[in-house]
């Protein structure tokens, strides 16, 4: 009977943690971007923090900029977030990327975020 309880107990516990999880869960499965960014054999993910950014405008420039680097197979630029997400050949050093962020204006900072 205790165990009944015990089961029955954690059963609702799992059901209101769900409710109350769920709509979070399927805001950021919904906001990952349309592409995938899973790396392909010869490509990597590398994600950059970005600061500088203040409206989409910013986010445009920055992703522009890093979509122009040789290597560079997709960009994604959160503005929320201060985050871009790049996939890129191996051989792409993340200085060029940060690079990149600065040339896109004076006031926009980068850097590799901890893996």
Not at 7 to 13: H, K, M, P, Q, S
Not at 20 to 36: D, F, M, N, T
Not at 70 to 88: D, K, M, N, S
Request: proline residues 4%; charged residues 15%; hydrophobic residues 50%.
């Amino acid at each position: 009977m205790r165990r009944d309880l015990f089961n029955i107990g954690a059963l609702v516990t799992m059901v209101l943690v769900l409710a109350v999880g769920g709509p979070w869960l399927a805001r950021e499965v919904k906001s990952l971007p349309r592409q995938s960014l899973a790396a392909r054999a010869g490509q990597r993910v590398v994600t950059l923090e970005v600061g500088g950014m203040t409206c989409s405008g910013c986010a445009s420039a920055v992703q522009a900029s890093l979509d122009q680097v040789p290597g560079v197979a997709t960009t994604l630029v959160r503005l929320q977030q201060r985050r871009a997400y790049i996939v890129c050949d191996l051989g792409v050093p993340d200085t060029s990327l940060v690079a990149a962020v600065h040339r896109a204006g004076p006031g926009f900072l980068a850097a590799v975020a901890a893996r």
